[in-house]
């Protein structure tokens, strides 16, 4: 296998070279700006994105191993030189711009991206989506040039750690009635409250927080602020232990009179909710591929199984039975993945007037986070008594994916979501 190139400039390099030569890009018109990708976006080439997927998984067999992956689940701790490792690969800042630090190559490379690493570590790849989309790809999309400038490069490199911080422990799925504020003070805000289950929360170095700035005016008084966990005041509280995900270090965290400059305010004062909003499709569409790579783990670990293991004098995989749970499983994983990657290719192509459906970010996740469970559930059934045993993958791909109907709005939130969509589209709300 040859070595993986060893910085984000060679991947780019390697990744973006045939797009920069390419003679297409002389007839290509002057664009608008998007505001959903970075300046001078173009999408990328399929041969582009294969030539990600490949260096991922090189990445990814050298550096997430099996035994990686088993200690980061067993140890329940995330390993933190792991950071450095996907700054260095290029991963940390793949939709972000390549001025600071970024690729710029978009939603479908990020999914790639993460379904790789997912497919090694269902807790590594949730950290990292974690980091490279719910905390970089906000502040890629709502972060003025001096914030990018300030945050973004430590974030991308890997050497400052990232995570988002919206839900409460009495404000999951419905987390607009988030009951910690942001009061004004001489020069920015005075930070109260505790927020729950954060990923990367016990590690982080900078936290997207949403916290209610009118705390009377409901959704239209929450506001996005960028804090550095080194500021007086913040803690973690504890890190939680979990069913699955159990390398992916969540916590739950402690603001006690965080004082943070207006000049860390996230979008605009009291729009924090449509900050949040759109971040959702785009975390739900992203994420969704984080089931993906679990699918195909599951069938990475029964395939050879059942075709080595004999029983009644045949392979396993003779018997109809197993064939069935074989064909459900890769038939699931096919299905999902053509849902995720048409939305997220639809959304790279429509980077010069953003077209993001809700309906679709959310039906992406909806669909692939239940196969993800029931792929899991049937890897452990075909591999029988090893299928139970914690030496084995199975189990830990089950409860790994069952983390998907749940973080980013449950199976039934993404269903009101889905909806509410279509009522919105017919006018009826
Ligand atoms: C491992 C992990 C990592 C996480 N990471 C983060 C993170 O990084 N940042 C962050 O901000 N949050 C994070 N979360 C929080 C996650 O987003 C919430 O757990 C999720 O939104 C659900 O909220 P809840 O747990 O309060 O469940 P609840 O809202 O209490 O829901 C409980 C059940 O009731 C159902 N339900 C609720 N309302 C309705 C309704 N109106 N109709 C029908 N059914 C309903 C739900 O679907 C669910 O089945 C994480 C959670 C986990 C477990």
Request: proline share 4%; glycine share 10%; net charge negative.
């Amino acid at each position: 296998m040859p070595p993986l190139l060893p910085c984000r400039a060679a991947l780019l390099q390697c990744v973006r070279a045939p797009l920069r030569t390419a003679p297409r890009a002389v007839f290509i018109p002057t664009r608008n700006a998007s505001i959903k990708h970075p300046k001078n976006f173009t999408p990328p080439s399929p041969d582009e994105l294969e030539e990600l997927r490949e260096r991922t998984i090189e990445f990814a067999r050298r550096e997430i191993t099996f035994d990686v992956a088993q200690q980061t689940d067993q140890g329940n701790e995330f390993p933190n030189d792991m950071w450095r490792k996907l700054g260095e690969a290029g991963f940390l800042g793949i939709t972000a711009d390549e001025q600071y630090g970024g690729l710029g190559m978009g939603y479908q490379a990020h999914c790639i991206i993460l379904e790789e690493l997912s497919r090694a570590s269902g807790s590594i790849g949730l950290s990292y989506a974690a980091h490279s989309q719910l905390c970089v790809n906000q502040l890629q999309l709502n972060g003025s040039d001096e914030q990018k400038a300030k945050y973004l490069p430590g974030l991308l490199s890997g050497e400052k750690i990232g995570a988002l911080a919206m839900s409460e422990s009495g404000s999951g799925s419905d987390v607009v009635s988030m009951k910690m504020t942001a009061k004004e003070t001489d020069g920015g805000y005075v930070l109260n409250g505790t927020k729950m289950w954060i990923t990367n929360g016990p590690d982080a170095d900078v936290i997207v927080v949403y916290a209610k700035t009118e705390p009377d005016a409901a959704s239209k008084g929450i506001t996005a602020f960028i804090v550095e966990t080194a500021t007086e005041g913040f803690s973690c509280a504890r890190k939680l232990d979990k069913l699955g995900m159990r390398g992916s270090n969540t916590g739950e965290i402690v603001f006690d009179n965080v004082f943070v400059p207006s000049s860390n305010i996230l979008g605009s004062l009291n729009k924090g909710v449509r900050v949040l909003m759109e971040g959702l499709d785009l975390e739900r569409l992203v994420l969704s591929a984080g089931s993906l790579g679990l699918m195909k783990a599951a069938l990475d670990v029964t395939l050879p199984y059942v075709h080595e293991r004999h029983q009644f004098g045949q392979p396993l995989a003779h018997n109809q039975f197993i064939q069935g749970k074989l064909a459900d499983m890769y038939t699931k994983y096919r299905a999902s993945a053509a849902f995720t990657y048409s939305v997220a290719r639809h959304i790279d192509e429509s980077h010069e007037s953003p077209d993001i459906r809700t309906q679709d970010c959310a039906g992406a996740i909806l669909y692939a986070a239940e196969r993800a469970t029931e792929c899991g559930m049937d890897a452990i059934q075909c591999l029988g008594g090893m299928g139970y045993m914690n030496e084995m993958a199975a189990g830990r791909i089950m409860r790994d994916a069952k983390l998907y109907e749940i973080g980013a709005g449950t199976t039934e939130v993404r269903k009101l979501v889905i909806g509410r969509a279509f009522n919105r589209e017919f006018g009826t709300r």
